[in-house]
C-alpha cells in the first residue's frame, strides 16, 4: 500500500503502525480526517484501451483529460489529482479483475472509464457493487445509464441508442429507402444498428439485412461483397478506430463509395481520416460532435490540445476532457473534499458544462443531454452539415434511479 503523508502526521502514523499494528494504521487512513482528505490528492484510476484497435482511443480519452486539469494547474476545484492506470486491452474478460484491482489493490477515489461497451457493462457492475464512482467517458453500452443506472455512474459521452436513432430520419429525408447495416457482433454494435434500423424503420424505410462480424476482426471482404449483391441504396455502419481504418479503406477499394452511399455513427470517422485519406471523404456521419463547430470552447479546445499533444482533438479527447470538467464540478461543489461525495455526486447530476461539442447537461441516469449533428467528410474533416437532433436525450430505458 503506498500511503501520501503530510509531514506533521508522520509521528501518529509510526505510533499507530508500532501499537496496533497495519490494520489499524490501513483503518485510519481509509477514513482519513477532512484536512488529510484534502491534502492528498485525489486518485483517479483510468481503465483504458491502451493498446489494440481501441489504442488511440484511450490515449486521446487520457490526453483530453490530463489536459484539463493541466489547464486548472493540475488541480480540480482546488484538489490535487494523481493518476493510476490500467490497460483494459478492450477485453471484458479481464474487466471485473482490472477493476477490483484499482479499487483494491491501487486504493483509488473514482474510476474513468472505458471505451468498449462489453468492458463497461462489466465495469458498471463493480461499481455499482462496490458504492465505487465511474466516468464513462465514451462506451455507449444503454444499460449503463438505463437499468443498471446508479448515482455515481455518469457518462460523458453518449448513449448507442441516442447517436444513431437520429440517422433513420436523415437518411429517409435524404431518399434512401432499403439499407444494409454491418458492425462488428457485440454490444455497440448491436445496439447502434438497432438503434438506426428504430429510427429508420419508423420514418418509413427497410433495412433490408444486417451483416455482422466479431469484435475486434477486420476481414471485410465477404461482407463487402455480400453488399456488392444486395445493392442497397445505402449502408450504415459502426466500426470504430483502427477497425474503422479499414472498414472505409476496404470499402472504397471495391469501388462502392462510387455507387452505394456510406453512412454511419461518427466514429466511423472521428479520429480516423489522417489514415483513411482521401477514401473517407464523402462518408456521412451522426454524433454529438464536428469538428469545425463554431464556438469559443471548441476553438480553444482544439489549440491547446495540438498544443500540447502535436495532433487534431476528436470526439474521444472531447470526452476525456469533458470527463475532468464534470469531476471539477464535483469537487468545486465540496471545496474539494471528497469525503463529501453525496453532495459531489448530486452537483455533478446537476452540472451544465459548456463543452467542445456544445451545452451538455445530464439526465436523471447521468446520461449527457446534447445536440446530435449530422456530418460530412470533407477537407479532411468531419464538417458540419445540420443539426439532426437538439437536445437529443437518451430515454433511460429500464432506469429507476
Ligand atoms: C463501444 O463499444 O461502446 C464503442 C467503442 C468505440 C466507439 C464507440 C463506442 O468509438
Not at 494547474?73 to 478492450?90: A, C, N, T, Y
Amino acid at each position: 500500500m503506498s500511503l501520501i503523508v503530510p509531514q506533521n502526521s508522520l509521528s501518529r502514523r509510526r505510533f499507530l503502525m508500532g501499537s496496533a499494528g497495519l490494520a489499524t494504521a490501513a483503518a485510519a487512513f481509509r477514513f482519513p480526517t477532512p484536512a488529510i482528505a484534502q491534502g492528498a490528492p485525489l486518485r483517479v484510476g483510468f481503465m483504458l484501451p491502451y493498446s489494440g484497435t481501441f489504442a488511440k482511443l484511450g490515449k486521446f480519452i487520457d490526453d483530453g483529460f490530463r489536459l484539463h486539469v493541466e489547464q486548472q494547474g493540475g488541480s480540480l476545484g482546488g484538489r490535487r489529482i494523481e493518476f493510476v492506470q490500467v490497460d483494459d486491452e478492450s477485453k471484458p474478460e479481464s474487466a471485473t479483475d482490472n477493476m477490483n484491482r484499482l479499487i483494491g489493490r491501487d486504493k483509488v477515489d473514482l474510476v474513468i472509464g472505458t471505451v468498449h461497451s462489453g468492458v463497461a457493462m462489466a465495469m458498471v457492475k463493480v461499481a455499482r457493487d462496490t458504492n465505487t464512482t465511474l466516468i464513462i467517458p465514451n462506451a455507449g453500452a444503454n444499460e449503463a445509464t438505463g437499468p443498471m443506472c446508479a448515482p455515481q455512474i455518469f457518462r460523458t459521452s453518449f448513449s448507442n441508442w441516442q447517436v444513431c436513432q437520429p440517422m433513420g430520419k436523415v437518411m429517409f429525408d435524404a431518399g434512401h429507402r432499403n439499407v444494409v447495416t454491418i458492425s462488428w457482433r457485440y454490444a455497440a454494435g448491436d445496439q447502434m444498428t438497432d438503434a438506426f434500423k428504430e429510427g429508420f424503420t419508423k420514418a418509413g424505410g427497410k433495412v433490408v439485412d444486417h451483416l455482422a462480424l466479431p469484435f475486434p476482426e477486420v476481414e471485410f471482404q465477404a461482407l463487402i461483397t455480400r453488399i456488392a449483391t444486395l445493392k442497397p441504396d445505402a449502408v450504415f455502419a459502426f466500426f470504430a478506430g483502427g477497425g474503422a481504418v479499414k472498414f472505409v479503406k476496404d470499402y472504397a477499394a471495391a469501388g462502392l463509395n462510387k455507387s452505394i452511399p456510406l453512412y454511419g455513427a461518427g466514429f466511423l470517422t472521428d479520429g480516423t481520416i489522417p489514415a483513411q485519406g482521401a477514401d473517407a471523404t464523402g462518408v456521412k456521419t451522426t454524433l454529438h460532435y464536428a469538428d469545425d463547430l463554431d464556438n469559443p470552447a471548441n476553438k480553444a479546445f482544439l489549440a491547446a490540445f495540438k498544443a500540447k499533444t502535436g495532433q487534431d482533438g476528436d470526439i474521444y479527447a472531447v470526452q476525456g476532457f469533458d470527463a475532468a470538467a464534470l469531476l471539477a464540478e464535483g469537487l468545486k461543489a465540496t471545496k474539494g473534499d471528497w469525503s463529501a461525495r453525496k453532495e459531489a455526486l448530486a452537483a455533478m447530476r446537476a452540472a451544465k458544462i459548456d463543452s467542445p461539442r456544445g451545452p451538455m447537461s445530464f439526465n436523471r441516469a447521468g446520461n449527457p443531454v446534447q445536440d446530435v449533428y449530422l456530418r460530412e467528410v470533407r477537407n479532411g474533416r468531419n464538417e458540419l452539415v445540420s443539426i439532426a437532433g437538439k437536445a437529443v436525450d437518451d430515454p433511460a430505458r429500464g432506469c429507476r434511479a
